[in-house]
């Protein structure tokens, strides 16, 4: 009895410890106490519309400036990644639209705005907005590059987990658990892809391997919480 007891116990502390290697392999993007490691695009610091409430980082946009708040603006995470798996929960107000950016190229001497390097996963009241009537720009698509391949959006004011994964050049989006967009970065036919979106015009777009992580200011309330990320 004391040997299997003594066995037992080994395997707990082995699945113990299994166990904690695997949440070390995340990290925290947001602590859900404050704004820490995120910054503006090209600033040093974050704007005040920018607020933690509640565990969550919240994009408060009642002061409005042409198509983006007053106190806000696009932001950015400190650190740059390469091959990663990023994990984070949404929700937006009624007819609002934001977006979640990767490979962002943070030089404001080149780029005015994140948009301008990083593609993005699209943030989105398809019920409401009018972006919801224009092909490849519904939430959970490539914004302007692909559709979703099957719709797993929630309503306004319903929280969303998101998943960015990028792996040699594999890109998967999960939007509630179900894989919605895959395709490959920088071959041929990525640089086809862009040539015939809007992006055309941006020298820049999904050119960068390396970037950072952003979160758009699209002059509409929302919020994100659970936000982290572990490199592959």
């Not at 939430?139 to 391949?149: K, N």
């Not at 960015?164 to 509630?176: M, Y």
Request: glycine fraction near 8%; charged fraction near 20%; proline fraction near 3%.
């Amino acid at each position: 009895m004391k040997k299997i007891f003594i066995s037992a116990l080994a395997a707990s502390i082995s699945l113990a410890g299994t166990a904690q290697k695997v949440n070390k392999s995340w990290q925290l993007l947001f602590n859900g106490k404050n704004t820490q490691g995120w910054h503006n695009y090209g600033k040093t610091t974050i704007g005040k519309g920018w607020k933690v409430e509640n565990g969550t980082l919240h994009l408060d946009a009642s002061a409005k400036n042409d198509w983006q708040s007053a106190d806000g603006g696009d932001i950015v995470f400190e650190q740059e990644f390469t091959n990663f798996h990023l994990s984070l929960e949404w929700k937006i107000a009624k007819n609002g639209n934001s977006g979640i950016m990767f490979f962002v190229h943070e030089d404001t001497l080149q780029y005015k705005y994140p948009w301008m390097t990083g593609p993005e996963m699209q943030v989105l009241d398809n019920n409401g907005h009018p972006d919801a009537k224009i092909f490849k720009h519904r939430a959970g698509d490539l914004y302007d590059l692909i559709p979703c391949s099957k719709e797993t959006v929630k309503p306004a004011g319903q929280w969303n987990h998101a998943e960015v994964i990028c792996n040699k050049g594999v890109l998967t989006f999960k939007l509630n658990r179900t894989v919605v967009v895959t395709t490959t970065l920088w071959d041929a036919a990525w640089k086809k892809l862009v040539a015939e979106s809007k992006f055309n015009a941006y020298p820049g777009f999904g050119i960068y391997q390396k970037g950072k992580i952003a979160l758009q200011d699209h002059g509409d309330d929302v919020w994100y919480r659970n936000i982290k990320v572990r490199q592959l």
